[in-house]
């Protein structure tokens, strides 16, 4: 039998010919193409890093250090395989294959970019004689594990939240971040405002899947109906493959919004027209009403509220949020709002015509320092508003960090919510203090 480090060689070499072999001759191209593109990013990475620890952990970890390379290669190898006929696992298989294995890929594609980045100055400094600098700078190897940890710590839970957000008569001239009232409920509840809010429960991106079970979403909903809220708005991404190869489970874990009838409308994310036919039955079985380019006027204890739902449009966005909103103009005396999968298209709302935009798609942009209390994403310079509030003219968006996640769980210091959202109708109510970038840890 070969040593352990030659098994996890042969096993990765197995996997980079095996598995787009198997998906080509069972699914086709398009899966097989994924699987070559995913290992060819991450096993470069995994045998350098299985080498970088061998000789920094030294020869009496080796050993172990191979043990666990070999078994994590054989999650990844069996986790890509089961892709190829999709559908949720057991939590046996999730726990002991899907979740390592994705680790592993992960960690495998972090470290064959972040080894890359090493690459220059360990050359220069190498060129230059420091080689006692290069031996201290060795241990920067490990940056690719300690950020895989510390990304399934912060995607582990969500951040439970009263926001508190105001309909506008004005503002920003351009697309901008604005303050946002955030109150965590593990440090108690905010005072009342003086005339009652409405009341929204947002539910953006579950992506029900290896990380995110039937199980763990119908908790999560449950906690969020326990708000009693006025309104349940659920803004799109509600499977990832596994979830689409495994009819009902999307109804499954939908059922906790049984509990309130009327109360539940839906829009489709860009991940919903993957199997729209699947999602629409999950939403419709527990009462939630599908607008794709539709409206509805409700009754709620807070007024009558107007909700517009935009379907996911790649292209041509502009005009078809201009077509919509004409084709259903504001009514006299009801808040307005529109639901918009993508935030990026929250520029082409003409100014005044909605109150409030609901969004996610970003996950909160997944990588960035709101743990420690400030704004900053790596979405920061893009087209899309990562997370929080944010103004044109009168127009208020608020982009939902996420309730899941699609994929390995890689959030870096951005945690998902559970937020409950109160749209204060008078400006004036918003009596409490405004707090830019709570901390989020």
Known sequence: MPDLDVLFWLLAAATLVGVPAYAWHVRGRAYATYGLVILSVALPGALLMHARLRVLLGPALAPWIDLAFVYSMAAASLHLISLVKPRLRTAVFRYAVSIPGMTFIAGGGLSTVWLLVLLLPRLVLWASGFSRTLDVLAWLDLVPIGVAIASVLTSSRLVDEIV??????DGPSEVSRLPVERHRLRRGTPAPLATRPLRIVQIADPHLGPWQPVKKLRRQIEALVDHDPDLVLLTGDFLTMEG???PGALAAALEPLQRLPGRCYAAFGNHDHESPEEVRAGLEANGVHVLIDQEVSVETAAGTVQIVGADFRGRGRRAHLHELLARFPRRDGEVRLLLLHDPSAFKHVPKGDVDLTLSGHTHGGQLGLVSFGWDW????????????????????LYVHRGTGFYGFPLRIGVPGEASCLEVVIERTELVAEVVESPALG
């Open 164 to 169: 508190r957000v105001a309909v506008a008569e």
């Open 377 to 396: 994403t790596v979405l920061r310079r893009t087209p899309f508003p990562d997370h929080g509030l944010w103004g044109h003219g009168s127009n208020r």
């Open 244 to 246: 689409m190869g495994t």
